[in-house]
């Protein structure tokens, strides 16, 4: 008996805004092509920009934080723009791409859990971790499940939807209900992805013994 092909991989909302900002974002990275940046410097530029926003909210500043990560968000889009635009597929560009991602999103976790532990707020931070630990997961599922030749890219919650909660709440002044949305859609996005796998395996003869 065959096993069914894995489901059509669902379009993200990261992919829709791709196509939909493309009008923008390809002559962006055509320029920086042509100055001669290369791609793993540009997504190097928005760790570090993202860092800076990062500090910002360990210090209190949030308001100012949410500014400067919401500005850095784009950038992920640019280095890819700038990789398929030199029409070479670069592994270990996708790597650093996908590294830097995690890097950059912990930090702004751990800027809020150094705002809310200085405040002794307990609560906060535990919400903190929470969302912390479900970002990290939906991401590490996807990875995972990758590896072993299935699909997990679905869910309610991928990191550009994530960046779209947090942010405007941080600039608006309510980052408790955007950090409190995001702990519980995250890790229900997180058993989305698990329940996915597991649909798949089940169809896959032999899949429960893959490590």
Same mark, same amino acid.
């Given at each position: ?11 993200? +909302?990261?992919?829709? $805004? ?29 760790? +570090?920009?993202?860092? @800076?926003? *990062? ?12 500014? @400067? &990560? ?24 996708? $790597? ?8 950059? =999103?912990?930090?702004?976790? %751990? ?34 499940? =990758?590896?072993?030749?299935? =699909? ?8 550009? =939807?994530?960046?779209? &909660?947090?942010?405007?709440?941080? &600039?608006?002044? %309510? ?10 859609? *995250? ?9 996915? @796998?597991?649909?798949?395996? *089940?169809?896959?003869?032999? *899949?429960?013994?893959?490590?």
């Amino acid at each position: 008996m065959q096993a069914d092909p894995p489901p059509r991989s669902p379009m993200l +909302l990261s992919d829709r $805004f791709r196509k939909w900002f493309k009008w923008l974002l390809d002559p962006i990275a055509a320029a920086l092509n042509r100055a001669g940046v290369h791609p793993n410097s540009v997504s190097l530029f928005g760790l +570090l920009g993202t860092l @800076v926003g *990062a500090y910002l909210v360990g210090v209190g500043q949030i308001r100012w934080g949410g500014v @400067v &990560i919401l500005l850095m968000a784009p950038v992920d889009a640019i280095d890819g723009s700038m990789a398929r635009q030199r029409g070479v597929k670069s592994r270990f560009g996708g $790597f650093v791409d996908s590294v830097t991602d995690r890097y950059s =999103e912990l930090a702004v976790y %751990f800027g809020f859990i150094v705002y809310y532990t200085g405040i002794g707020d307990r609560t906060m931070s535990l919400v903190v971790f929470l969302a912390a630990a479900g970002s990290l997961l939906v991401s590490y599922i996807r990875a995972r499940a =990758e590896a072993v030749s299935f =699909e997990a890219r679905g869910g309610l919650l991928s990191r550009l =939807e994530r960046y779209l &909660i947090l942010c405007p709440s941080m &600039i608006l002044g %309510f980052p408790q209900i955007g950090l409190s949305i995001i702990a519980l859609l *995250a890790n229900i996005t997180a058993l989305q992805r698990i329940f996915s @796998v597991r649909r798949q395996a *089940a169809g896959t003869p032999g *899949a429960e013994h893959v490590r």
